[in-house]
């Protein structure tokens, strides 16, 4: 017993509905998984405070030095603490932050006086401590 087709379709309309159809999927696919639809990661809210700092474009960095030979760093130059308010004041046009980087056995009286001409002047400040590596 032979059957036959009450509606004839020849050509290429039933290839090119299976490829549309494939295609058209491809493309829902595409558009559900991309990153509009769903971001990475998850969302942080930070806390409130009056001591937080903006982000930091191009800081100005002091080194302050420790042991016998304690020593301010300013632009690679060694340099007094009585001349840093002044190289500070002259570089305040191109940053508004300080970056107070101070070696592990630095003294605590040379770092905080660093952080008093800096703050005195207007500049906000972020200390960065260092240690020595553990051998």
Do not use: H, W
Not at 30 to 54: E, K
């Amino acid at each position: 017993m032979r059957l036959e087709p009450t509606v004839c379709v020849r050509g290429l309309v039933p290839v090119f509905a299976g490829t549309i159809t494939v295609v058209l999927l491809l493309v829902f696919f595409l558009l559900l998984s991309t990153s509009f639809m769903m971001q990475p990661g998850v969302a942080v809210d930070l806390p409130v405070s009056r001591f937080l700092l903006p982000a930091m474009q191009d800081p100005l960095v002091v080194s302050v030095t420790g042991g016998p030979g304690a020593a301010v760093f300013f632009e690679d130059r060694v340099i007094k603490t009585s001349e840093l308010g002044g190289r500070l004041e002259a570089r305040r046009t191109a940053s508004r932050q300080v970056v107070i980087k101070a070696d592990e056995d630095a003294p605590v009286s040379l770092v905080s006086a660093v952080t008093e001409l800096a703050l005195e002047r207007g500049f906000g400040v972020a200390l960065a401590a260092t240690r020595r590596p553990e051998p």
